[in-house]
């Protein structure tokens, strides 16, 4: 009896108590965003650094946000006076007056570069540029070769032309250890003119900010220019983790995942007078971290980590303050008819939920619930055959192959966040990268299993990357492709039992993996779980760094294509 009244007696007292009070705060949505206002206009300064970026966040806001407007406002040098919401990079914001509020919405950095049709790009490539080669170079004499910086290097002379931004100087004389006054290098103050004089010289070597140069028709580098690898351990040559100068893609990437000197890095900022509070400015700001993040790389910028967004969107996230309500009788009122409603309803169920109560407590003494990753807990449909860089493929009837990951893959990234697909009607080979799936900007490479033509795409990964974890092998398929050498390529493929044996073995390899990563990093040994034999947890890549990401990428996918 005493149970009985025991649930009525606390619904009481919890109604009693919340009667009196509201939690207060800025207006939320269901998924924690401010709601956006309708109507409202945003005006939104940036420095001329950043006015392609700004604008192009703005288009892509207001495109989303039809309600709302986000106004850019060019500055056409930087004050240092902040008047209103602004978008500038790290250099801009060490001359301005006072203290005002910022938060972190992107990266970009200062990168030297060279003409395509120089003499040694291969030796170049091979072997990188290190700081002190650079040091050399723009402080030393005016008769420096290529010879002296490379082996087999042109007896020419290097043309160099440096930046009129002051900002980019002084990356450079951080990253070389010269004087920023003592760069040596003719000047040439805009992006344009730099590019254009490097095109026109294979001699000649540039440096610009990472996101001039992107040529915004391709979203790729500017055409016959390559970025010169630098040589970041001083070993005379470039080794596999430092080779992230192929594309764009890879070089975006590498400066997310700290690949590249810091010394040329900058993070790009949102500036204000104070916190933001408008209902306006908050919304564009959650979404330029979280949403926003996706129009980054196109622009040349590198993303914000996991890690980064998080404390962004908590930094923007309104204090809860609890205040008494006085004087609000029909808010009163309104309680206590629940309150009667509640107590007649806990009264009558309250006996059925302790007879539900006691079965349910003899169930949980028999169930074992598990989190970790083993063969059992892994899906293998019959039928498919499984390529060993966790890609599958199946004949349809009418000869076209689906393809997917497996869900071997998508239980150690935990839930996707996004798919880069390839369009319908390219060419992919076995072997080469057919697609990115990407969690938190952390992202995998994945190898075609097939070679042939992708001949339909499953929109719905646009829009819903997680249903390849809920079901890869059905809704999560990727693409259907017309193969070309279908008997020849599923010759190296597995199917059934030896599949399933095979994963047995990737799974003891993944033990190893993470026993050795754990030496170095006591937060990836805490992701073993310890119990019948050491088991490893499930999504086990989710929550750690893109640096493991990245030797996972190497060990379990780049070794097995």
């Given at each position: 009896m005493k149970s009985i009244i025991s649930f009525?007696?606390?619904?009481?007292?919890?109604?009693?108590?919340?009667?009196?009070?509201?939690?207060?705060?800025?207006?939320?949505?269901?998924?924690?965003?401010?709601?956006?206002?309708?109507?409202?206009?945003?005006?939104?300064e940036c420095t001329p650094e950043v006015y392609k970026l700004t604008g192009s966040l703005a288009n892509a806001f207001n495109a989303s946000h039809p309600g709302m407007k986000i106004h850019v406002v060019p500055q056409s040098q930087p004050s240092p006076e902040i008047r209103t919401l602004s978008l500038m990079t790290e250099g801009n914001m060490s001359n301005l007056a006072g203290t005002p509020w910022k938060m972190g919405v992107a990266k970009d950095a200062v990168v030297p570069f060279m003409n395509a049709a120089n003499p040694a790009m291969e030796a170049i490539n091979r072997e990188g540029l290190t700081s002190q080669e650079f040091a050399r170079l723009l402080s030393g004499k005016d008769d420096e070769t290529w010879e002296s910086l490379v082996t087999n290097g042109a007896k020419s002379k290097v043309r160099l032309y440096i930046p009129g931004s002051e900002i980019q100087r002084n990356h450079l004389a951080a990253f070389t250890g010269v004087d920023a006054s003592m760069l040596r290098g003719k000047i040439i103050s805009?992006?344009?003119?730099?590019?254009?004089?490097?095109?026109?010289?294979?001699?000649?070597?540039?440096?610009?900010?990472?996101?001039?140069?992107?040529?915004?028709?391709?979203?790729?580098?500017?055409?016959?220019?390559?970025?010169?690898?630098?040589?970041?351990?001083?070993?005379?040559?470039?080794?596999?983790?430092?080779?992230?100068?192929?594309?764009?893609?890879?070089?975006?990437h590498g400066v997310w995942l700290g690949k590249y000197p810091k010394s040329l890095c900058s993070g790009i900022f949102a500036v204000a007078p104070i916190k933001p509070e408008g209902k306006g400015e908050l919304a564009f700001l959650e979404w330029i971290v979280s949403e926003g993040q996706q129009y980054l790389p196109s622009a040349g910028y590198s993303e914000l980590n996991g890690i980064q967004q998080k404390a962004a969107l908590e930094a923007l996230a309104p204090p809860v303050v609890v205040t008494e309500v006085k004087g609000d009788t029909a808010h009163s009122n309104g309680w206590i008819v629940a309150l009667l409603t509640l107590l007649v309803a806990g009264l009558m169920i309250t006996p059925v939920l302790l007879v539900r109560r006691k079965k349910r407590v003899i169930l949980l003494q028999d169930l074992h619930v598990s989190t970790a990753l083993n063969e059992a807990s892994l899906s293998a449909p019959a039928g498919i055959f499984f390529d060993k860089t966790h890609t599958w493929a199946f004949m349809e009837k009418e000869g076209l192959v689906k393809m997917g990951i497996d869900d071997f893959l998508q239980h150690i990234t935990g839930t996707l966040t996004r798919i880069i697909m390839k369009s319908p009607g390219e060419k992919i080979r076995k072997g080469e990268v057919a697609v990115t799936i990407v969690r938190d900007g952390k992202q995998l490479k994945l190898y075609a299993p097939v070679t042939g033509i992708i001949r339909k795409i499953n929109r719905k990964l646009e829009t819903d990357s997680t249903l390849l974890n809920s079901s890869p092998y059905s809704e999560g398929w990727i693409y259907m492709i017309e193969p070309r050498n279908w008997l020849k390529d599923i010759h190296y493929m597995l199917m059934g039992e030896p599949y399933k044996n095979w994963l047995k073995e990737e799974i003891a390899r993944l033990k190893d993996f993470f026993a050795a990563a754990g030496n170095k990093n006591s937060l990836v040994w805490s992701q073993v779980v310890l119990q019948d034999g050491g088991e490893i947890a499930d999504h086990v890549l989710a929550d750690l760094g893109p640096d493991v990401w990245e030797e996972f990428q190497t060990e379990f996918i780049d070794a097995s294509k």
């Open positions: 009525p007696a606390v619904v009481l007292l919890l109604l009693w108590v919340l009667s009196g009070l509201k939690l207060t705060g800025s207006p939320r949505e269901d998924n924690g965003q401010s709601q956006v206002p309708e109507g409202e206009t945003v005006t939104l805009s992006a344009g003119e730099m590019i254009a004089a490097v095109q026109m010289d294979p001699l000649a070597v540039g440096f610009c900010r990472m996101s001039e140069l992107t040529d915004p028709k391709t979203n790729a580098f500017y055409a016959d220019i390559r970025v010169i690898p630098i040589d970041k351990n001083l070993n005379g040559r470039m080794d596999h983790f430092e080779n992230i100068y192929a594309d764009k893609e890879d070089f975006v």
